[in-house]
């Protein structure tokens, strides 16, 4: 799918000198906003004859001026009425149309999607499983200009309940998303680390555990001035339970489909994502759901695309949409082809994998769906697109979510554009965002169609800005080199967490077929022994410390395993490192001063010496991560996530 834009005519305005009350605003600016001082330099922009769709709802203003100085947007009004600071550059928007860039509600991100982000004006992500430190770095990165890529609001990770016998495990290793909390004071805990390592949102990735345990999440990130966005989906735990508790966004609507059914006990335990319990929608029940929703201001985030693919009546388009958006040959550099085919299988039909019976269930289901979102939405209330990646193209995906929220819910152009920008900004606590206006971040999208006629016309896209910079709206094959590749896992699968330690079920695997912890010095029929003269697979299992600031002085890492022997070698990104063997499950290797100049994320390997005995398995171990962000982030786990 070609991406990229016309350039619009841009030339320089007369010189004029600034007026006091915008240079006092931009001061103010630079004083309240972490960003100010740092774009201050910048050359103002201003786009001129555009028609403007401000966001805000009121009607579409022609032959419209945006003035943008550093970073902000300081002065909207008509062509002739306002003042040009000095110097500006003029964008010429005559005959096209300006809205504020694009929210997506929820963006299960990974490095490689964010030029697509802004390929496609969505210039915002709401990051809900976070990444872990990785994330916050990546998102600290995007914001200082060093990485291209949209504006990030990171989770840093997700917490989960126990299930209903309490013995659910998480997989222990830094970095993962899901963490597990027994009690509510084990959950209030938790989400205040979440937040010491900077979170911008509560996640919390399912409803398997009893209310009780989720209420201190929404009150911890509520004293904290931040929303509360629930994935409550059940079976403890559902969307009308986190409603009432205060939350701010329910993510996939919360599965409300359940608490709708005429017979509730029928799907009591569906904790999946389909809407197939809306087939069982009892119309009665609408009203006392919907005001419940609106007494509580509760935002609605259904993820159409996803959790309904196959049914709403754009999908023969997106079959197409997403076949042609993949076959960019740009892609193949930095964007897995097995991601790509991840979301070709998701488009396919559903008679493809669904019985005759579940298809007339699903189909009935999305029909009742789309009856009540119309209704919520009619009566006030407000529902999110978003792409939730990898089920959709990265950035084209919202524009699809879009579509179903016009073509199926049955919503006007003009509230869909609001859905993505003012509502989204609302629900998420985003006061910088979401229009455009005096005050608020530069964040624009330039059209040449009319978007209020249809929201398809939201996709021809002529020039993006964010941040007050025109964005390069092409792909590079270098773009991954200064990123922190979060959420990109071996194998290239997305996405969801960037943990510490990968290919922790081939270590158990390894661990299970050659770990023989009874011998502690020399063969055992086999390998194993610290001065064995033939070496096992060695296998990872923890790294300490996983995040190094940049510029940090010599560190040590503990690395913690199995099959470790007095020859085995440590390898950061390819480079040996000096290592003391402390024993057969325990090394201790130095990365020394010079290596953390560099911001990065970079691979920790064990590898034994030959001969290996375990040769099926290799000489080289799972691999590790050592984290190590910019110095202007010094918001992450401090080792804990």
């Known amino acids: 799918m070609q991406a990229t834009g016309r350039i619009m005519s841009i030339r320089r305005a007369p010189l004029f000198c600034l007026c006091a009350l915008s240079l006092c605003a931009l001061v103010l600016v630079a004083l309240h906003h972490p960003r100010g001082a740092f774009a201050q330099g910048r050359a103002a922009l201003v786009i001129e004859g555009g028609t403007l769709i401000d966001g805000n709802g009121g009607a579409a203003v022609p032959e419209s001026v945006v003035v943008i100085e550093a970073n902000r947007i300081t002065r909207v009004g008509q062509k002739g009425q306002v003042t040009y600071p000095a110097n500006a550059t003029v964008i010429e928007a005559d005959g096209k149309f300006i809205v504020p860039g694009l929210i997506d509600a929820k963006s299960n991100y990974a490095s490689n999607f964010g030029e697509s982000y802004l390929i496609w004006g969505v210039t915002s992500g709401v990051w809900s499983s976070g990444g872990g430190d990785a994330g916050t770095a990546e998102r600290d990165a995007i914001n200082h200009g060093i990485i291209a890529g949209p504006r990030l609001f990171v989770s840093v990770g997700s917490l989960v309940g126990p299930g209903p016998d309490g013995k659910k495990q998480d997989g222990g290793v830094p970095g993962r998303s899901n963490y597990v909390a027994r009690t509510p004071d084990e959950a209030r805990k938790i989400v205040k680390e979440f937040l010491e390592a900077g979170a911008d949102l509560l996640y919390p990735g399912d409803g398997d555990g009893p209310p009780e345990l989720y209420v201190p ?23 009308k339970d986190a409603a009432l508790m205060g939350s701010d966004v329910l993510v996939h609507s919360g599965n409300l489909g359940n608490s709708l059914a005429k017979d509730p006990a029928k799907w009591k335990n569906y904790a999946a994502l389909p809407p197939d319990p809306y087939s069982d929608m009892d119309e009665a029940k609408i009203p006392e759901m919907i005001k419940i929703l609106l007494d509580n201001k509760v935002a609605l ?6 959790t309904s693919r196959g049914f709403s009546k754009s999908w023969a388009r997106v079959q197409k949409e997403d076949a042609e958006y993949f076959s960019n040959p740009a892609f193949p550099a930095y964007y897995p082809r097995v991601q790509a085919e991840g979301v070709l299988e998701n488009v396919e039909s559903p008679e493809t994998y669904l019985t005759q019976a579940q298809l007339e269930v699903r189909s009935r289901g999305f029909k009742n769906q789309m009856i009540f979102l119309h209704r919520f939405v009619e009566a006030g209330g407000h529902i999110l697109p978003a792409s939730d990646i990898p089920q959709t193209p990265a950035g084209f995906g919202l524009y699809q979510e879009l579509a179903v929220f016009q073509e199926d819910v049955g919503m006007t152009p003009a509230q869909v554009l609001q859905a993505t920008t003012k509502w989204a900004a609302e629900a998420f606590k985003l006061p910088d965002l979401g229009t455009i206006e005096a005050g608020k971040l530069a964040d624009v999208l330039i059209v040449n169609a009319d978007p209020l006629q249809t929201i398809l016309n939201l996709r021809k896209i002529d020039m993006v800005i964010k941040d007050g910079k025109v964005v390069d709206r092409t792909y590079h094959a270098s773009y991954l080199s200064k990123s922190f590749k979060a959420a ?23 661990k299970q077929a050659t770990w023989r912890p009874e011998s502690l010095n020399g063969g055992f ?6 001065d064995s003269n033939s070496s096992p697979t060695p296998g990872i299992e923890s790294i ?9 002085p010599a560190t040590a890492l503990t690395i913690k395993g199995f099959n470790f022997v007095r020859r085995s070698k440590v390898y950061l990104d390819g480079q040996p490192l000096p290592v003391k063997v402390v024993s057969r499950t325990e090394l ?11 911001a990065g994320r970079f691979a920790v390997v064990v590898k034994n010496p030959e001969p290996i005995v375990t040769v099926d398995w290799g000489d080289t171990s799972n691999q590790a991560n050592l984290l190590v962000p910019y110095k202007f982030t010094i918001q992450y786990s401090h080792n804990k996530f």
């Open 544 to 552: 300490f410390p996983f995040t190094v600031p940049q510029g940090s």
């Open 301 to 306: 985030e259904p993820d159409l695309m996803a």
């Open 588 to 598: 201790e290797a130095m990365v020394d001063a010079s290596l953390l100049v560099r």
């Open 488 to 510: 990109m896992n071996k194998g290239g699968t997305c996405c969801f967490s960037s943990p510490a330690v990968e290919g922790t079920g081939w270590a158990a695997a390894l």
């Open 217 to 239: 999440l929404v009150e911890e990130h509520h004293r904290a001035g931040k929303p509360a966005v629930m994935r409550t989906i059940g079976p403890g735990t559902g969307g």
């Open 525 to 530: 029929n086999g390998p194993g022994g610290i």
